[in-house]
């Protein structure tokens, strides 16, 4: 594999910078719902944690995370700043290492809304997705298989091993 000059940035390029930049940018956009709103302190990336605990009651971490198909760590983060929020508190768990994790009535109040958003964001997002020719959706879904295949780990440590640098 040919390096690249040694004053070359390597993160002047990105094949995924741009999905990420889009996905905030529509974050950004349902925050600004919010705002619009005058409800302060809702996150968009808290509010699937927040349905889930008013479907299902009191979780803690560990299930909260397995549900929503996160780590630990990270959701151990995201319920301290619902927290912070309002919007979660949390209390002694079935073992001394455990917390569980319950709605505020602030939250409780909030959580139509909260759906409602979701489910508005969603018929968005499938209206998007009628308007391009090869929908997100499926490429996710391509995406999966062709990792079932080969694990992007397996193909990172592929390239490594053609390039000096790594060695």
Not at 5 to 25: G, I, K, M, N, V
Not at 61 to 87: F, Y
């Amino acid at each position: 594999m040919t390096r690249e000059p040694d004053d070359a940035d390597p993160t002047e390029e990105s094949l995924w910078r741009p999905l990420r930049r889009l996905q905030a940018e529509m974050d950004d956009d349902i925050a600004r719902l919010y705002t619009e709103a005058h409800v302060e302190g809702l996150r968009p990336s808290f509010v699937l944690e927040l349905i889930r605990l008013h479907r299902r009651g009191p979780m803690t971490i560990s299930e909260l995370a397995e549900s929503v198909q996160r780590t630990h760590s990270a959701e151990s983060q995201k319920v301290a700043a619902m927290r912070e929020a309002g919007l979660v508190r949390t209390e002694p768990g079935p073992d001394a290492r455990s917390k569980r994790i319950t709605l505020t009535e602030r939250a409780v109040a909030l959580v139509d809304r909260m759906a409602a958003e979701w489910r508005a964001t969603e018929a968005a997002l499938a209206e998007l997705e009628a308007e391009i020719p090869y929908p997100l959706s499926r490429v996710v879904t391509d995406i999966e298989a062709a990792l079932r295949r080969r694990s992007f780990h397996d193909r990172i440590r592929a390239k490594l091993a053609e390039d000096d640098s790594w060695r």
